[in-house]
């Protein structure tokens, strides 16, 4: 990013028992509360002190006027692959639970900042969908401005993977050179699943066993060698453990029950089915599984697997008790998921509430961070985006974003900085 | 002191056949080690310095060369380099993902793949010294340390293995392909390399009754980097590199090098505190494919503000107080790079440090070389003018001692009638 | 079976709603952005024209009164930049008819190949667009682009104006996303090296285009001349005889160009060459908007886009059209996505977000590109003689909340049915 801009643009970190208070907005609280009129955020340490019509600024605190604005919880993008370097797929082999999104976050790509300017505060940055089993995803909250990237880790959100079915792991829309990659249908994928899980078992049982035995023989020359620790077989070992959420790419509704009748004889849980455009015809299934289901709001078309998708898969699918996200999967897309919210509105009648719990709660409980964030309740990180307008207006822009309390993105200060640098454009 | 007086005896004993001396006088010398010297002579006893200063007594029988108009400085040390390897088209490491015959065997010795007549070459342009890197591949072999005089490429060696190598790129079709996928693969090689090591560890404390372990060349080689026998060099291309080739060696507890790191003074602190070596790029500009983007093909400002940025990192890093050495990677033309270097802020004598006394510091053999000090080897040249300028030539090489002259080649056809330099004369 | 294979097609074809003479839309709020809008008003359509609007319009005898108060009227979208009808399942490559074999195709004709039975119209079609530029894309000249209606059940029934403009990938010398490049051995070079060879590439690009451009005019001369008996004809040769129109200035030419050296590097190659161009994409068109209104260039700009560069401001792409609408160049806004044309009023919703007056966005998605195409004596506007391309909605179509509740596409009212509403009630109460 341009030096000049980007250094305008860093925000500070906040000083301890720094105080901030949003005062005078619409508060869309997404919560029991529902919205709240000339409302006040109180926000002290990172944390949301509280909220509503009557609460009382102290003295000393750093005042935002809400005055005409709507304020609503950071919105969270459950599938993402912003901030990574280098390549999004592990793409040579079909399990690669071993490598880590962690290990390649680039905490100054551009696009976190523009995220912001959407008013998007927390991401799940995932491996692709080459593979039946990628590789372990990263959450991320946006702290723009940080200079490690490990400091951009939500470090509270339980470790996380990825799978993937159908076209994409089968490499269907793909004519690499040499000889084709096994699995090549979705029959293939389903059984590289099984193969991996019944591998990772045997591994749990191998080291089980070893610790029975190096318990028995104590510590010294009779201690037995440790098997060799394998990264791949350990993290699928961990799923089997509850320690992993699976985020499992899909489309077609039958490899979606295929997943859930794997997950259920080997013993493990689908966290998310993400796309899923066919989930409103196995809703139910869903449901009973207990996995949320974050999908595109109305992408379809794009191939055949996505040719049955429909604009009302998220109203479907929550009518019928799933918790649903609509995500971006787009850099593009991750900066206007506020208006992806309000077609659940258009397509099918999802109350706008609920319409914008797909933006924010529901994706924190698909991450498991939803005791955190995702709505705007007394005592949850103070992630914030705070709007021109009703988020699903036609003349909603979002005017700053907050992250722990941080204004990490402000459109004000943004527009300052590009008129000391005019070549940066954007009109004013 | 008694250095000094050991040089000085050494110095004055009379050179014989068996124990030749030669003494450049009149030159300019830049021992890096101290202050120049105006006027000043260096004394050779065979393959070794045995004085340098103003004063020095040259002793009966050596060989006198008149170096007046000549600069002197320590032989260039090119501390990650591709000196003697076939010439590839590649971008450095980092730069492009290019398999190499193996990528991923860390025991592989580079040595094996060294040309001697190419290896020479590099004297040329007045460098002496040079650890040789396969930039392919991901772990790709141990390089050498040469010392450029010799007959074979054995002769040459002063270091082998000298370091296991780590670039954190990807390959093409092949795990890992991309750079989750290398470090993943590191983390596994590293703990295979120390489940390797227990095995054979308990099996040679008592074989009895257990079965012979399988024996892993590219674990065994990788153990020599967690038992601290050898050095690990990670090469880095982008600027969170650094901080992910800490983070392993931290995870293992092995002390890693960190090599190219184009942007390392964004994270000068950094470095600052974990005190690591660094063998900074002057390859600035490494070729890369074509990129590509959905929305009017690549961000070619950006690329331009990163090829600046890299440029002047090193006077970036000199004056956030780091030393590093000064590295080709594989560029095209090293003094180029360093001159570039000076161009955009690093002052002529840091960078001529970084690349003879800092380089030798980085590689851990500033006891044997890098400066011009009596005791080290005798590794000097002697330039034409200001080292890097743009016209300036090495216009004698001394390597152990050994003279060797690069040819002028920009000379007059025929080249007969040009005048020689550093002439030897008769006194 | 064949035969079998075309009835069963035909049936599945939605008959049109109503074919009636004349109907009235009684009461609603009339939005004809040509001129002010009427809070409470009548729009009259007789014989697929707008015959009247006003306060009150009589219903002529027999005519169909539909209510709605409380309701507005607007013009059709139009989606300016498309290739609806050319492609159904983007992956699937028996279902794409984009891009020819080949990269000198002036006589690739997208009205040939539209296929009237796209799951895709009828989506794009309940949103509110009638109408549509559907494009031939890819390689160097792609092919001649034909303005869509979106009702019909033939190809010939969907042409509103055809040929619209001729389409050409400005040849930038840059790397566009190529599948098969991804396994190909790289070429490495230095940017220098890059640079140089962007440059080779584009300059031989141009000095093909230039020459096709000439030689379609000798051919068209001579042509004329064997016409009048002058001289034997030339030999055959369609790619050069469909370039004609367009090197002649007769018929627009859109330049595919995102990088502002790629714009003004087409509209420098269209003045010399004597060619009308229309920039699309366009996303550095805010960097050249001087030399854009100098040149009397329109510009199909996405809104819905990130910027070229990463010191761009974050904003670029949304205010990119802002820009234009400041400088006096005219353009229109579009979604180039055929799947999801129906997105078009939220990508002016975006425009107008970051600071486009809410009519100039309107303008952007219905008037604006009925100019650029030569065609708003019919479309673009609610105006009395106008075809009766027009759509009925909730509220402002570019607020995501509003339902579009009628669609007449020349006078005659489109079932809102889709793909999507058949599933959607196919599965939506399954247990």
Redo the contacts between chains.
């Keep these: 990013m341009n030096a000049l801009l980007l250094s305008a643009l860093l925000a500070a970190a906040p000083a301890a028992g720094e105080t901030t208070a949003i005062v005078g907005a619409t508060v869309l609280t997404v919560s029991k509360a529902g919205n709240l009129e000339k409302a006040t955020v109180l926000i002290r340490d990172g944390k949301i002190a509280a909220v509503g019509a009557d609460v009382q600024v102290p003295a000393g605190a750093k005042v935002i006027d809400g005055a005409g604005r709507f304020v609503m919880p950071g919105i969270i993008d459950a599938h993402s692959h912003a901030a ?10 079909v399990v ?1 639970a ?4 962690a ?6 790509d551009v696009n976190l900042y523009r995220h912001l300017a959407g008013g998007v505060t927390a991401i799940n940055v995932l ?1 692709g969908s080459c593979n039946a089993i990628g ?1 372990q995803n990263a959450v991320l909250k946006l702290r723009w401005g940080v ?4 400091q951009l880790v939500f470090a509270e959100a339980p470790r996380g993977i990825k799978f993937a079915l159908g076209e994409n792991p089968k490499r269907s829309n793909f004519s ?3 000889p084709r990659r096994y699995p090549a249908t979705r029959m293939g994928v389903s059984e590289v699943i099984r193969e991996a899980f019944l591998e990772a078992k045997a591994y749990r049982r191998e080291w089980q066993e070893h610790e029975k035995k190096a318990k028995a023989a104590g510590k010294g ?1 009779t201690a037995p ?2 098997p ?4 791949q077989l350990e993290t699928i070992a961990d799923i089997l453990d509850g320690k992993v959420l699976v985020h499992a790419h899909c489309y077609r509704s039958d490899e979606i029950l295929m997943l859930i009748g794997l997950a259920e004889e080997l013993g493990f849980k689908v966290r998310t089915f993400q796309h899923v455009l066919e989930g409103y015809k196995v809703a139910s299934e869903i449901a009973k599984h207990g996995a949320g289901a974050s999908t595109f709001s109305d992408w379809w078309a794009f191939k055949l697997e996505a040719h049955d998708a429909i604009p009302f898969n998220a109203a479907v699918m929550q009518s019928k008790g799933v918790v649903v996200s609509l995500n971006s999967d787009s850099n593009e897309l991750a900066r206007r998921l506020y208006w992806e919210a309000a077609k659940a509105v258009r397509y099918g009648g999802v109350p706008e509430q609920e319409a914008l719990k797909m933006i924010t709660w529901n994706p924190a409980w698909q991450l498991g961070v939803d005791h955190l964030v995702g709505s705007i309740e007394a005592g949850k990180q103070a992630d914030l985006a705070v709007f021109s307008a009703h988020p699903f207006s036609p003349d909603a822009r979002v005017e700053m974003t907050l992250v722990d309390g941080v204004v990490r993105f402000d459109r004000a200060k943004d527009l300052a900085a590009r008129s000391a640098a005019p070549a940066a454009g954007g009109a004013q | 002191m008694r250095v000094v007086l050991l040089a000085g005896l050494l110095a004055l004993a009379p050179a014989t056949a068996a124990d030749p001396v030669v003494a450049l006088v009149g030159g300019r010398v830049l021992p890096v080690s101290g202050p120049a010297l105006e006027k000043a002579t260096v004394l050779l006893r065979g393959g070794v310095i045995a004085a340098v200063g103003a004063d020095v007594a040259v002793p009966p029988g050596a060989r006198v060369i008149d170096a007046s108009g000549l600069t002197l400085t320590p032989g260039l040390i090119d501390a990650f380099s591709g000196i003697g390897l076939p010439a590839r ?3 450095g490491p980092g ?4 398999n190499a015959p193996d990528p991923l065997a860390a025991e592989a010795d580079v040595l094996d793949r060294v040309k001697l007549a190419d290896a020479l070459k590099a004297r040329d342009a007045g460098i002496t010294t040079a650890l040789v890197v396969v930039p392919d591949g991901i772990a790709a072999g141990r390089s050498v340390l040469l010392n450029l005089a010799g007959e074979t490429t054995e002769e040459l060696v002063w270091r082998q293995p000298a370091a296991l190598h780590l670039h954190l790129s ?12 290398t ?2 693969w590191a ?2 090689a590293l ?2 390399a120390r ?1 390797q090591q ?2 054979w560890d ?1 099996y040679e ?2 074989p009895r009754g257990k079965e012979r372990p399988r024996f892993d060349a590219s674990a065994r080689a990788w153990q020599d980097v967690l038992s601290g026998r050898l050095p690990l060099i990670v090469t880095c291309s ?3 590199d650094v ?2 080739a800490l983070a392993l060696g931290q995870e293992f507890g092995v002390k890693v090098v960190l090599a190219g790191v184009p942007q390392a003074w964004e ?1 000068a602190d950094v470095l600052k505190k974990a005190g690591r070596p660094l063998l900074v790029t002057t390859n600035y ?20 503000a990163d ?1 600046e940025a890299a440029e002047r990192n090193p006077g970036k890093l000199h004056a956030a107080g780091l030393r590093f050495a000064l590295v080709s990677a594989h560029g095209r033309d090293f003094a180029a790079g360093v001159r570039k270097a000076i161009e955009r802020g690093l002052p002529q004598e840091a960078a001529l440090r970084a690349v003879t006394l800092g380089a030798a510091e980085a590689l851990g053999i500033a006891d044997r070389t890098g400066s011009l000090e009596a005791g080290k080897a005798a590794n000097l040249v002697a330039w034409s003018g200001e080292p890097f300028a743009k016209d300036t030539k090495a216009k004698l090489v001394f390597v152990d001692g050994e003279r060797f002259e690069p040819e002028d080649k920009p000379a007059a056809p025929g080249g007969e009638g040009r005048p020689r330099v550093g002439e030897e004369v008769a006194r | 079976m064949k035969r079998a294979l075309a009835a069963l097609l035909l049936a599945a074809s939605a008959a049109p709603l109503s074919a009636g003479e004349a109907t009235l839309l009684r009461g609603g709020r009339v939005v004809p952005v040509s001129g002010p809008a009427l809070e409470k008003g009548d729009v009259l359509i007789v014989d697929g024209k707008i015959a009247a609007i006003g306060a009150t319009v009589a219903a002529p005898p027999g005519a169909r009164v539909v209510d709605v108060a409380g309701q507005h009227v607007y013009p059709g979208l139009i989606d300016g930049l498309n290739t609806l009808g050319l492609t159904e399942i983007s992956s699937v490559p028996g279902s794409v008819d984009v891009a020819e074999t080949g990269d000198v195709n002036p006589h690739a004709k997208a009205w040939i190949a539209v296929h009237p039975h796209s799951d895709l119209i009828p989506v794009a079609r309940a949103a509110g667009l009638t109408h549509v530029l559907s494009a031939p894309g890819g390689g160097l000249v792609s092919g001649q682009s034909a303005l869509i209606r979106l009702a019909g059940s033939t190809p010939a029934s969907l042409v509103a104006k055809a040929p619209a403009a001729m389409h050409v990938v400005y040849p ?1 010398g ?5 599948l098969a ?1 991804m ?1 190909a ?11 140089k ?2 440059k080779k590439n584009q300059d031989k690009a141009l000095a093909r285009l230039a020459e096709l451009l000439a030689r379609a005019r000798a051919h068209a001369a001579a042509q004329a001349a064997a016409a009048a008996g002058q001289a034997a004809a030339p030999e055959l040769d369609l790619a050069l005889e469909a370039l004609a129109p367009a090197a002649r200035g007769e018929v627009p030419v859109v330049f595919r ?3 502002e050296d ?1 714009i003004r590097g087409a509209l420098a190659f269209a003045a010399q060459h004597g060619l009308k161009p229309i920039i699309a ?1 366009g ?2 068109a805010w960097r050249c908007a001087d030399e854009l209104l100098a040149k009397g260039a329109a510009v199909l700009a996405n809104v819905d ?2 910027p ?4 761009d401001a974050y904003d670029a792409a949304y205010t990119n059209v802002l820009a234009l609408h400041r400088a006096g160049v005219p353009f229109a806004i579009v979604t180039n996505d055929p799947s999801n044309a129906r997105n078009l009023p939220f990508e002016a919703a975006m425009a107008r977000a970051y600071g486009l007056p809410a009519e100039v966005a309107l303008r952007a998605i219905t008037l604006s590109p009925a100019e650029i195409f030569g065609v708003a004596d019919s479309l673009g506007s609610l105006e009395v003689g106008k075809s009766a391309s027009l759509f009925v909605a909730s509220g402002d179509p570019m607020d995501h909340r509003t339902t579009v509740n009628h669609v007449f596409v020349d006078g005659v009212e489109q079932s809102l049915e889709t793909r999507h509403t058949r599933l959607y009630r196919q599965f939506k109460d399954r247990p």
């Design positions: 990574i370097e280098d390549n999004v797929n592990e793409c040579t082999n690669t071993e490598v880590r999104i290990d390649v976050i680039d905490h100054r491996h590789g200079d490690d990237p490990a690499a050179p040499g020359a060698v440790p060799r620790r394998d990264l | 088209p590649a971008g730069g492009a993902a290019t990807t390959l093409r079709r092949q795990y890992p392909a991309s750079l989750m996928g470090v993943a983390r596994q703990l295979d489940h227990a095995l308990d404390r008592e982008r600027l969170n901080r992910r994270v500009d490494p070729p890369r494919a074509a990129g590509f983007s959905f929305g009017g093909g690549p961000d070619e400002a950006k690329e331009k090829i | 930038s840059r790397g566009g996303f190529d490049q396994f051995e790289p070429e490495l070079k230095t940017f220098d090296e890059r640079q060879e962007r160009a995102d990088a790629d994409g996303l550095e886009r990130l070229r560069r990463e010191a």
